[in-house]
């Protein structure tokens, strides 16, 4: 997880709004019958559809998890679940994009939104820094996400963010740049430049897990004794 950085919202989320009547704004339609976050919208590169402004915004990683996503197989996640809070439904500031969280799997193998489900997270806020207060751990063949904020440690759980499939990719992800720094060599300054490329997007995309990677390699810089 990382921080995200809205931007401003679609206008037809806003004119959407606008259109409600105040005391309608609880409804439990409010948010179902709101059309422009279709995938057909992503697809057509409509500019106004909410599905496809929120990938933009998170460089095409989920929100929790932060493995690869696209228009077909993510979620439109509602941090604050929609049917506890009404008047969050339709709040951009409240609206994130997810995985599919391996839907259809056993409930033990479901992860992110599909885990969590109606369930409100005690800790977790896109909005802030949360990347500052999680850490990693490498296993034998597993990468395993912690924190020693005991909200936010059961929201991981809550989310199942340690279940197989996550952990095995992640350490997939860091064997894979740490095979690159093998072959480059592990100067502060090869480091770094892993470390600063995976801080940005790259044609419009976060590449998978790079908090994750972020969090090694500025801890291997440390080790060397050098700041990030």
Known sequence: M????????????????????HERLLDANIYEDYPHKTKQGCSDGDRDNLRLQLLKEQGYICCYCMSRINYENSKIEHLKPQSRFRDKQIDYNNLFISCDGGEGLAHNKQYCDSKK???ELKAIDFLENI???????????????????????DDIDTLNLNVDRLAKNRKEAYDSVIANLKNEGFSSQNVRKILNYYRQMHNGKYEPYCEMIVYFLT???RQQGVTS
């Open 131 to 153: 990347q500052d207060y999680l850490k990693y751990k490498k296993e034998a063949k597993r990468v395993i996400i912690l924190s020693d904020n005991t909200n936010l440690s």
């Open 2 to 21: 990382k921080k995200i950085t809205k931007t401003i919202e679609p206008s037809s989320l806003t004119f959407y709004r606008s259109s409600i009547a």
């Open 219 to 221: 801890k291997k810089l």
């Open 117 to 119: 489900a109606e369930t």
